[in-house]
């Protein structure tokens, strides 16, 4: 019996041929841990007598989610990261540099076929590079740093088979938010999802980013993107490791198929105050808005920042609507100065951050008032997510946002596209 | 008593986690933004009881230790969700799964964790439980993560 792409990558890493249901005790080629998880796990690794971490060229840590600080508490804890950072000779990536999502894979931490855990659920995101990556706590992250493994169940794998191309004005978030309406917020719990199909072969890099990201809201494992040839040149163009592209056996065995045909697919939103309460963005056009914001590690890429440039070029935002923008790193916002982006957004109105996470988990820059409505490219809508829960969270993709902040109301964006 | 997908948000909103490494501190905040009262009236020893995917959401550990702190004896729900489960164990929070359809509000429930069984003493019905995965009871049987790497020197699973 062939093999999935989760069984493959943990059968390598554990020297043991591994099948779902298995444990593991595999090595990890790379941690990362972010500021709301790091200075726990710095706690936990003094408190299981840890001198040195395994290996400092492997360890990432990233201040993202309250950066620069917004009060004394949050600076302490940034300041304990940076102390321990030097200390150990690990990687730190600080205020400013950007979403600990977007600099792992950009600054070439992560290859295809690699095994990597981070102290941040939305470590899944890695899969679409064709990496096995999963999110976990801080106590385990510290048990990392210290030993370089990880224990894994092996996860039974859900093939999602996407048919069909995504239409003009729908976007790999689309995708992600239907998904997670018809697969719901628990459908794939412990499992790996692998994402193929037509629709997704021909997502680019960024594109995929987002698909992976989103497979933790469907409570899955991991999600993973079989690598296509663009991610392979993507890849090499941004790190020196060594990789062997891991692709899912013929005749592997999923514990569940799914096939959905994309090919109709209109822009898609995420009502309040859940992932998988999903609908047609042209079914909520009545509902007014008073933020909007594009940015978080599942759009703030530049391909995200481009798609929003094309629909806000020459107009203005809504005068009862902010814009925020935070690119998703240092890289991307140069990206979006170098190309004209950035002028774009900032003259129809936009108010641009300090790459990182932004508002979007309620610790700074942004949080809305009571009652307000806000429409996010984010991943999660939870009540109080951004930090007032008697506010409302819609989600949707970089273009639904940026049409919504010009016409102040939740709008489907292919009216703005030609 | 919650219902399906309570996430690690409604636990210990982001709002909080991100100032303070005071555990304490967090556990007063517990739950809030889903219910404001909860905190003032939990009383020692109390469960939660919910029902499919709990702890959905975030990673984060403040999670769990937030419970420890506000003095929750266990969490018992239809299903969790693995990042939550997993940090529970690490932690030592007691995380029960097994079928709480027939647990109403201020039920007088006894947790057995060795034998795996939940008992309603309000309704004279025993429920069994999943038991933990052996090598996870050896982890939390010695105190968390963090004590089993300190008394091993690293993993010592059994596996």
């Known amino acids: 019996m062939g093999k999935t792409i989760a069984e493959k990558i943990l059968s390598s890493h554990s020297g043991i041929d591994a099948r779902a249901g298995d444990i593991v005790l595999a090595d990890v080629d790379f941690v990362m841990g972010q500021d709301g998880t790091s200075p726990l796990a710095i706690k936990a690794f003094r408190d299981m007598g840890g001198e040195r971490v395994f290996d400092p060229a492997k360890v990432a840590m990233v201040i993202d989610h309250g950066a620069p600080s917004p009060n004394e508490g949050t600076a302490n804890l940034h300041k304990l990261m940076r102390d321990f950072a030097r200390e150990q000779g690990i990687i730190l990536y600080d205020v400013g540099e950007g979403v600990c999502h977007q600099l792992v894979p950009e600054r070439g931490h992560v290859v295809p076929g690699d095994l990597v855990i981070g102290a941040d659920s939305h470590t899944c995101t890695y899969g679409g590079l064709g990496a096995f990556s999963t999110g976990v706590g801080s106590t385990d992250l510290a048990a990392a740093l210290i030993t370089g493994k990880t224990w894994l169940k092996v996860p039974e794998s859900m093939k999602i088979v996407c048919r069909g191309r995504l239409p003009a004005g729908t976007y790999s978030k689309d995708l992600a938010l239907y998904l997670a309406g018809r697969l719901t917020a628990s459908g794939a719990t412990y499992m790996s999802c692998e994402f193929c199909g037509e629709a997704v072969g021909h997502l680019g890099v960024d594109a995929r980013f987002t698909l992976c990201n989103m497979a933790v809201e469907m409570g899955a494992k991991a999600g993973i993107i079989a690598p296509s040839g663009e991610v392979l040149a993507w890849v090499r163009g941004r790190s020196k490791k060594k990789f062997h592209p891991v692709f899912a056996d013929e005749n592997a065995r999923y514990a569940d198929a799914r096939e959905f045909d994309v090919s109709r697919l209109v822009p898609q939103v995420a009502r309040p105050h859940k992932v998988d309460q999903v609908c047609d963005a042209q079914d909520l056009s009545g509902v007014e808005i008073h933020q909007a914001f594009i940015g978080t590690c599942t759009n703030g890429r530049l391909e995200d920042l481009r798609v929003a440039a094309a629909i806000l070029e020459g107009k203005t935002v809504h005068r009862s609507v902010r814009l925020v923008v935070a690119p998703a790193s240092k890289q991307v916002l140069m990206g979006a100065l170098r190309e004209g982006v950035l002028k774009i957004l900032l003259e129809a109105g936009a108010t641009v951050l300090v790459p990182g996470c932004g508002p979007c988990v309620g610790t700074h820059a942004g949080v809305p008032a009571d009652g307000e409505v806000v429409i996010s490219t984010a991943n999660r809508n939870f009540k109080g997510r951004m930090g007032n829960s008697s506010a409302e969270i819609y989600l949707a993709s970089p273009a639904t946002v940026a049409a919504s902040a010009i016409t102040g109301k939740i709008t489907d964006p292919r009216r703005f596209l030609g | ?159």
């Open chain 2, 1 to 159: 008593m919650f219902g399906d997908d309570i996430n690690t948000d409604y636990i210990i909103a982001g709002k909080y986690k991100f100032k303070t490494l005071d555990m304490d501190e967090l556990a007063r905040h517990v739950m809030e933004d889903l219910d404001p009262g909860f905190h003032a009236r939990l009383k020692p020893g109390d469960f939660i009881v919910a029902g499919k995917n709990f702890g959905c959401g975030s990673s984060r550990e403040q999670a769990p230790l937030a419970l420890i702190h506000a003095k929750v004896g266990a969490v018992i729900a239809a299903s969790f969700a693995r990042l939550f489960y997993r940090n529970a164990v690490n932690t030592g929070l007691p995380v029960v799964e097994c079928d709480t359809s027939g647990i109403l509000d201020g039920d007088e429930l006894e947790v057995d964790l060795c034998r795996g069984t939940v008992l309603n003493l309000t309704r004279g019905i025993t429920v069994n439980t999943s038991p933990l995965p052996r090598f996870m009871q050896r982890i939390f049987e010695d105190g968390g993560l963090a004590a089993h790497i300190r008394k091993h020197g690293g993993f010592h699973l059994g596996l």
